[in-house]
């Protein structure tokens, strides 16, 4: 019998995305993420992960249609989350996050859902969760 490595604890100010672990579109936003966010603020886990299990409400881990970020402030879903991460990244990126929050948030839902329920099409889905690198591992929660 193994026993499972414990849940690293995460900093108050830490920010974690939950992300559907095999989809496509949802692995190349890690990667967008890791790329842009060179402060390290952000933390990673897959919704079929352990993190995930005791972090996240059941219907969010069920559903998998939903980027799921918790923050200090509490947990975002769908528009918000991509909001909220666009805000955290350098450069021009918390301006588009600012110009997408000017649309209502119905619409902007409304088009998050449309994506979601057609990603794996769209981007394809993968057998298995990504594995990070070496580099990007200390990122990554089970």
């Known amino acids: 019998m193994t026993v499972a490595p414990p849940i690293p604890p995460t900093s108050a100010d830490q920010t974690i995305v939950f992300f559907d672990g095999v989809c496509g579109l949802c692995n190349s936003t890690v990667q967008f993420l890791l790329t842009r966010d060179r402060a390290g603020q952000l933390l ?45 990244l350098p450069g021009w990126w918390p301006c588009c996050g600012v110009l997408i929050r000017i649309i209502p948030r119905f619409l902007r839902d409304a088009g998050y859902r449309f994506v979601s329920r057609n990603r794996y099409r769209w981007f394809g889905q993968h057998e298995t969760c990504r594995l990070p690198t070496p580099e990007e591992r200390h990122r990554f929660l089970p």
């Open 44 to 88: 990673f886990a897959p919704l079929q992960g352990e993190t995930a299990a005791t972090r996240v409400p059941l219907d969010d881990r069920e559903t998998l249609n939903t980027l799921v970020v918790a923050t200090p402030q509490g947990m975002l879903r769908q528009s918000d989350a991509v909001v909220h991460l666009l805000r955290q």
